[in-house]
């Protein structure tokens, strides 16, 4: 179960004259490397809940992607690409010397982790996708089904102050609100790391790359589908999801189906936070596939 937890190690890494850091524990000979979602979040939320399966003999790493927590925080537009972080992950794993990684992503992490495993997939030993998706314009409508539910007159609310971009108004900050609960992580009280992730959001990246909020796509990567591409992904892949996930199971079957040999485990009573939500249940499903697919 997950626990807060000191890293053992905090390194910098300079990625093209930036400073980014990441985060080391454990010694084990395999690693997890943990990618984030956001975009725009320090790594704490993720972080402290995969830092406890040191216990299991791995080497976990995490870090802030650049923009995020401790790194450097340029105002650049032009930095916030998919492209660019993939080119950032790959530095992060070189100068750690990891080897081959289980590579966990998590929300916008995993269409990270995606685009990584097309473009160096020599370096996987596994591919873990976390309530995630491979197709935006699928999501869009997904989103679309999930917002439906709160009522016609709240949808034509939303979408007004859409259109006027004025989305700091309270009426459409309370919609969101609903939906962050509901979509987001449904316990009462958010977990300590999920606060400090969220209190410490930079809006640069996350408005330029996604959007203005969990549910309005209008970012950079609006367009985003690796669908065609994902037969090409041949490590082991294990997808998670919440049964109440902002990003649905609807989206999860669809890399499924894209990936016949992949493993599938909707976790109950959770929506984007299940490592959190239903820790009991998301624990033995990642430590059992990691297990499966030890190299030693």
């Known amino acids: ?21 990441a985060y080391s524990f454990g010694s084990g000979a395999e690693t997890i490397f943990c990618l984030n979602g956001g ?4 790594c704490d939320y993720l972080r402290e809940a995969h830092s406890c399966l040191v216990d299991h003999g791995y080497r976990v790493v995490a870090f802030d992607q650049l923009g995020t927590g401790a790194s450097d925080r340029p105002e650049d537009e032009a930095l916030w690409t998919i492209g660019r972080y993939v080119e950032e992950t790959e530095t992060v794993r070189m100068a750690l010397g990891l080897g081959k990684v289980h590579m966990l992503g998590h929300s916008w992490g995993g269409w990270l982790a995606i685009d990584y495993a097309l473009t160096y ?4 030993a596994t591919l873990i996708l976390e309530d995630t998706v491979a197709d935006m314009p699928h999501l869009v409508v997904e989103l679309e089904r999930l917002r439906a539910a709160l009522g016609s007159e709240t949808v034509a609310m939303m979408q007004k102050h859409e259109a006027q971009g004025s989305f700091d108004h309270p009426e459409y900050m309370a919609a ?3 939906l962050n609960y509901r979509h987001v ?18 809006m640069g990246p996350y408005v330029t790359m996604q959007g203005p909020n969990e549910f309005l796509y209008t970012g950079n990567l609006k367009d985003w589908n690796r669908i065609p591409d994902l037969p ?6 294990l997808i998670t999801v919440g049964e109440h996930d902002e990003l649905t199971p609807a989206c999860a079957l669809r890399m499924k189906i894209a990936l016949p040999g992949a493993e599938l485990k909707v976790i109950r009573n959770a929506s984007h936070m299940p490592f959190y939500e239903n820790p009991e249940e998301y624990y033995p499903v990642l430590t059992g596939f990691l297990a499966r697919n030890r190299a030693s």
Do not use: F, H, Q, Y
């Open 39 to 42: 975009p725009g979040l320090p």
């Open 176 to 178: 969101v609100t609903i």
């Open 121 to 124: 997939p020599e370096n996987l």
């Open 232 to 237: 090409k992904i041949t490590v082991p892949v």
């Open 1 to 21: 179960m997950w626990r807060e937890m000191e890293p053992d190690a905090r390194i910098e890494v300079d990625v093209d004259g930036r400073r980014v850091i």
């Open 185 to 202: 992580c449904r316990l009462p009280e958010w977990p300590a790391p999920v606060k400090r992730s969220l209190d410490d959001w930079n």
